[in-house]
């Protein structure tokens, strides 16, 4: 038969949640106190590896090491997390010399930790421990021990890993971050690592999301408003403009739907016959294939325009910028 747990007040279950708050944060303070020479001599460790960080713990200690190692990558530290089982069925092929190993267990006695320990000194590669047993064997092995210290687990039964692991992730994040600012790792270099992300976004270039090739509108000088707007209609995309090039191909001026409407409003008898350069805007607003994308947006939205050419230095144009562009990345 099932047991049906007795319903508790509402009172009752947010002060357990907060004494279990309470207790994680308690842990956390303690690092505080305990922060000294091992942390730096772990600094220093990861500063020197020349090779890869590898993270390897078992059960909720490896998925906090899992976490450790992808913050390590993500901030210019190589890092990958090891499964200490299937390291020892093969996967110690990953470690080399010049590499760092990461172990993270809370009793530094956690048997598939141990068993590789071996292998590590037999390859050569130093080992830092993050454990709440500094007089463990696996503390004992190490190289640098990162002490948790004591701490009391939280729930009912002071027994699931909770406390200790926020304790380990605290304390592997402050690894990673000292290290990360002694790297001089720069805001561009993690969005590089994040494309996919809003702080990637606002590092995009304007050659990352620029039109070019087919569905760059080109004419040169010369050419009849009419058949510019034949051009305009017919490039992917039909971006709303043209940018008019001279006889060496370098920017001459810039056309768009709006030039158009506004001429309409002033002459009609032989518009469409007349040469571009008669009707275009010489020296328009362009901006760098190389500028951010921020950048650019907040030249069209400060000088009011839809589109905007985008030259190099040889002022050449190599692409357009449309408002619509920025709209498909989120910026």
Not at 5 to 27: G, I, P, Y
Not at 86 to 99: I, S
Not at 172 to 186: I, P
């Amino acid at each position: 038969m099932f047991r049906y747990a007795v319903l508790e007040s509402r009172e009752t279950r947010l002060r357990r949640a907060d004494e279990v708050l309470a207790l994680e944060v308690r842990a956390i303070q303690s690092l505080r106190d305990r922060l000294g020479p091992s942390l730096e001599r772990a600094v220093d460790l990861t500063l020197a590896c020349k090779g890869t960080l590898l993270v390897t713990g078992v059960g909720k200690a490896g998925i906090v090491g899992q976490k450790l190692s992808a913050t390590f990558a993500s901030t210019g530290t190589p890092s990958i997390s090891l499964h200490p089982t299937e390291a020892l069925h093969g996967d110690l092929g990953r470690v080399r010399p010049g590499d760092l190993v990461v172990a993270l267990s809370n009793s530094g006695e956690t048997e598939e930790i141990l068993r590789l320990v071996p292998a590590l000194k037999k390859i050569g590669v130093p080992l830092v421990a993050i454990t709440g047993n500094p007089s463990s064997s696996l503390a004992r092995h190490a190289d640098c021990v990162l002490d948790i210290g004591p701490v009391e687990e939280a729930g009912p039964l002071f027994l699931a890993p909770t406390a200790s692991t926020t304790g380990m992730l605290a304390l592997g994040d402050a690894l990673a971050m000292v290290v990360c600012g002694e790297r001089d790792f720069r805001a561009a270099e993690f969005a590089m690592f994040h494309p996919g992300g809003a702080l990637g976004r606002r590092f995009l270039r304007v050659s990352e999301v620029m039109r070019k090739g087919e569905c760059l509108p080109i004419v040169r000088e010369g050419t009849a408003v009419e058949q510019v707007l034949v051009v305009m209609t017919a490039t992917p995309g039909r971006p709303g403009a043209a940018i008019v090039v001279d006889g060496e191909g370098r920017l001459a001026g810039f056309f768009t739907d709006g030039d158009l409407r506004r001429l309409l409003e002033q002459e009609r008898e032989g518009l469409l016959r007349r040469p571009i350069e008669e009707v275009m805007t010489r020296s328009p607003k362009v901006v760098d294939p190389d500028r951010l994308v921020a950048e650019a947006r907040h030249l069209l939205h400060a000088h009011r325009i839809d589109q905007i050419p985008v030259v190099d230095r040889r002022g050449a144009p190599v692409g357009l910028l449309d408002v619509q562009d920025l709209l498909e990345v989120d910026i």
